[in-house]
C-alpha cells in the first residue's frame, strides 16, 4: 500500500469534555477538506483504500476509537489515539474545552500504467 491522501483537521468539544466527541469532530473537519476523485479515476473501489486516521488528544485513553472508526464511510479504518490536542482551561469556572488534532492517511495498492509528472 502507498499513501496516496494526507489530511489534517481540528475539533474541539466546548462544555462536555468528551474526548470522542472533539476527535470526531477533528475527523470530520479532515474529510471536508478533500474528495477522492482518484479512486473512480484509477478504476478503483473504495472498499479498496486503507484509511488510518490519527487523532491527538491530552487524554488518549478517553478515546472511543472503535466508535470513531465505525462511522468513517468508507475503506478498511484504523483509528489510534496519541498524546497531542490540548485542554483549555477557563480560569474563572474551571471548565475545560477539549481541542484535538486528525490526521486521515489514505493508502492503496500501488498502481501500474501511470505515473505523475513535474
Not at 478498511?76 to 483549555?88: F, I, P, Q
Request: charged share 20%; glycine share 10%.
Amino acid at each position: 500500500m502507498r499513501r496516496m491522501i494526507i489530511e489534517m483537521g481540528m475539533g474541539n468539544d466546548l462544555h462536555g469534555q468528551d474526548y470522542t466527541k472533539a476527535a470526531g469532530r477533528a475527523i470530520e473537519d479532515a474529510m471536508r477538506h478533500s474528495s477522492l476523485p482518484i479512486l473512480p479515476a484509477l478504476g478503483l473501489d473504495h472498499a479498496a483504500m486503507e484509511v488510518r486516521v490519527t487523532v491527538g488528544v491530552a487524554q488518549p485513553q478517553a478515546v472511543d476509537c472503535d466508535a470513531l472508526a465505525a462511522a468513517m464511510p468508507r475503506g478498511t479504518v484504523t483509528v489510534r489515539a496519541v498524546r497531542g490536542g490540548m485542554d483549555v482551561t477557563n480560569p474563572d469556572t474551571g471548565e475545560v474545552t477539549v481541542v484535538a488534532a486528525a490526521a486521515i492517511e489514505v493508502f492503496l495498492p500501488p498502481q501500474g500504467g501511470w505515473r505523475l509528472r513535474a
